[in-house]
Protein backbone atom coordinates (compact mmCIF):
# COMPACT_ATOMS: atom_id res chain seq x y z
CA UNK A 1 0.00 0.00 0.00
CA UNK A 2 1.35 3.45 -0.57
CA UNK A 3 1.06 5.82 1.73
CA UNK A 4 -0.26 8.90 1.39
CA UNK A 5 3.10 11.17 1.60
CA UNK A 6 4.41 8.72 -1.03
CA UNK A 7 1.33 9.43 -3.52
CA UNK A 8 1.80 13.18 -2.77
CA UNK A 9 5.31 13.04 -4.07
CA UNK A 10 5.15 10.64 -6.87
CA UNK A 11 1.83 11.58 -8.33
CA UNK A 12 3.06 14.84 -10.47
CA UNK A 13 5.90 12.87 -11.64
CA UNK A 14 3.80 10.16 -12.98
CA UNK A 15 1.66 12.10 -14.53
CA UNK A 16 4.80 13.44 -16.72
CA UNK A 17 5.19 9.87 -17.12
CA UNK A 18 1.81 9.39 -18.65
CA UNK A 19 2.07 12.17 -20.54
CA UNK A 20 5.43 11.41 -22.30
CA UNK A 21 4.73 7.83 -23.06
CA UNK A 22 0.67 8.55 -24.62
CA UNK A 23 2.30 11.21 -26.89
CA UNK A 24 4.97 9.19 -27.84
CA UNK A 25 2.84 6.64 -28.68
CA UNK A 26 0.80 8.69 -30.92
CA UNK A 27 3.83 10.53 -32.37
CA UNK A 28 4.09 7.21 -34.04
CA UNK A 29 0.92 7.10 -35.44
CA UNK A 30 1.75 10.76 -36.75
CA UNK A 31 5.32 9.42 -38.23
CA UNK A 32 3.91 6.45 -39.73
CA UNK A 33 1.18 8.42 -41.97
CA UNK A 34 3.59 11.24 -42.73
CA UNK A 35 7.05 10.32 -42.88
CA UNK A 36 6.77 6.44 -43.52
CA UNK A 37 8.30 5.31 -40.44
CA UNK A 38 7.50 2.49 -39.31
CA UNK A 39 6.96 1.54 -42.34
CA UNK A 40 3.32 0.35 -43.57
CA UNK A 41 2.37 -2.96 -43.36
CA UNK A 42 1.73 -4.72 -46.50
CA UNK A 43 -1.44 -3.18 -48.61
CA UNK A 44 -1.48 -0.42 -46.38
CA UNK A 45 -0.04 3.23 -47.39
CA UNK A 46 0.47 6.55 -47.01
CA UNK A 47 -3.09 8.73 -46.81
CA UNK A 48 -3.16 11.17 -49.35
CA UNK A 49 -2.68 14.58 -48.70
CA UNK A 50 -5.27 17.12 -47.18
CA UNK A 51 -7.56 13.70 -46.86
CA UNK A 52 -8.84 13.65 -43.21
CA UNK A 53 -6.49 10.49 -42.44
CA UNK A 54 -3.58 12.91 -43.17
CA UNK A 55 -4.98 15.47 -40.93
CA UNK A 56 -4.91 13.23 -38.41
CA UNK A 57 -1.50 12.46 -39.04
CA UNK A 58 -0.55 16.00 -38.67
CA UNK A 59 -2.74 16.58 -35.65
CA UNK A 60 -1.02 13.15 -34.13
CA UNK A 61 3.11 14.37 -35.23
CA UNK A 62 2.52 18.59 -33.79
CA UNK A 63 0.51 17.16 -30.60
CA UNK A 64 2.38 14.55 -30.11
CA UNK A 65 5.60 16.16 -30.69
CA UNK A 66 4.58 19.11 -28.48
CA UNK A 67 2.88 16.84 -25.71
CA UNK A 68 6.13 14.68 -24.93
CA UNK A 69 7.97 17.67 -24.43
CA UNK A 70 5.77 19.50 -22.19
CA UNK A 71 5.42 22.31 -24.72
CA UNK A 72 1.92 23.92 -24.64
CA UNK A 73 0.76 20.75 -23.40
CA UNK A 74 -2.79 21.78 -22.52
CA UNK A 75 -4.32 22.82 -25.75
CA UNK A 76 -2.74 20.21 -27.53
CA UNK A 77 -3.69 17.31 -25.25
CA UNK A 78 -7.33 18.72 -25.74
CA UNK A 79 -6.87 19.10 -29.66
CA UNK A 80 -5.51 15.02 -29.76
CA UNK A 81 -8.34 13.92 -27.54
CA UNK A 82 -10.88 15.99 -29.84
CA UNK A 83 -8.72 14.05 -32.90
CA UNK A 84 -9.23 10.68 -31.49
CA UNK A 85 -13.19 11.07 -30.24
CA UNK A 86 -13.09 12.07 -34.31
CA UNK A 87 -11.57 8.83 -34.91
CA UNK A 88 -13.66 7.18 -32.64
CA UNK A 89 -17.39 8.22 -33.98
CA UNK A 90 -16.06 8.50 -37.68
CA UNK A 91 -14.31 5.31 -37.86
CA UNK A 92 -14.97 2.58 -35.30
CA UNK A 93 -18.93 3.33 -33.92
CA UNK A 94 -20.41 2.76 -37.07
CA UNK A 95 -18.79 -0.70 -37.10
CA UNK A 96 -20.63 -2.33 -33.95
CA UNK A 97 -21.46 -0.78 -30.82
CA UNK A 98 -18.39 -2.41 -28.06
CA UNK A 99 -15.95 -0.69 -28.65
CA UNK A 100 -13.50 -4.24 -28.31
CA UNK A 101 -15.41 -5.55 -31.36
CA UNK A 102 -15.29 -2.29 -33.27
CA UNK A 103 -11.47 -1.83 -32.99
CA UNK A 104 -11.91 1.99 -31.37
CA UNK A 105 -10.97 0.94 -28.02
CA UNK A 106 -7.62 2.55 -28.14
CA UNK A 107 -8.77 5.54 -30.19
CA UNK A 108 -11.81 5.82 -27.08
CA UNK A 109 -8.38 5.12 -24.35
CA UNK A 110 -6.59 7.99 -26.08
CA UNK A 111 -9.19 10.48 -26.12
CA UNK A 112 -9.66 10.11 -22.12
CA UNK A 113 -5.98 9.99 -21.05
CA UNK A 114 -5.45 13.80 -23.39
CA UNK A 115 -8.85 14.61 -22.35
CA UNK A 116 -7.09 13.87 -18.53
CA UNK A 117 -3.80 15.40 -19.53
CA UNK A 118 -6.06 18.89 -20.74
CA UNK A 119 -7.42 19.56 -17.65
CA UNK A 120 -4.41 18.11 -15.24
CA UNK A 121 -1.62 19.73 -16.91
CA UNK A 122 1.52 18.40 -18.01
CA UNK A 123 3.30 17.27 -14.77
CA UNK A 124 6.67 18.85 -13.46
CA UNK A 125 9.03 17.30 -16.08
CA UNK A 126 7.82 19.30 -18.63
CA UNK A 127 8.72 22.75 -20.99
CA UNK A 128 5.60 24.66 -19.87
CA UNK A 129 6.52 23.92 -15.92
CA UNK A 130 10.24 25.68 -16.34
CA UNK A 131 8.14 28.52 -18.35
CA UNK A 132 6.13 28.66 -15.93
CA UNK A 133 8.16 28.84 -12.95
CA UNK A 134 10.35 30.98 -14.85
CA UNK A 135 6.69 33.39 -15.28
CA UNK A 136 6.82 32.96 -19.05
CA UNK A 137 4.00 30.94 -19.86
CA UNK A 138 0.20 31.66 -18.99
CA UNK A 139 -1.83 29.53 -16.76
CA UNK A 140 -4.00 28.28 -19.08
CA UNK A 141 -1.08 26.66 -21.45
Known sequence: MVNSNTAAVWAPRVLSILRIMAALLLLQ???QKLLGFPAFPAGRSAPAM??????????????????????????????????????????????????????????????????????????PWSVDAKLRQDGKLPAWA
Open 29 to 31: HGT
Open 50 to 123: MSMSWLAGVIELVCGFLMAIGLFTRPAAFLASGMTAVAYWMVHAGQNFYPILNGGELAALYCFVFLYIAVAGPG
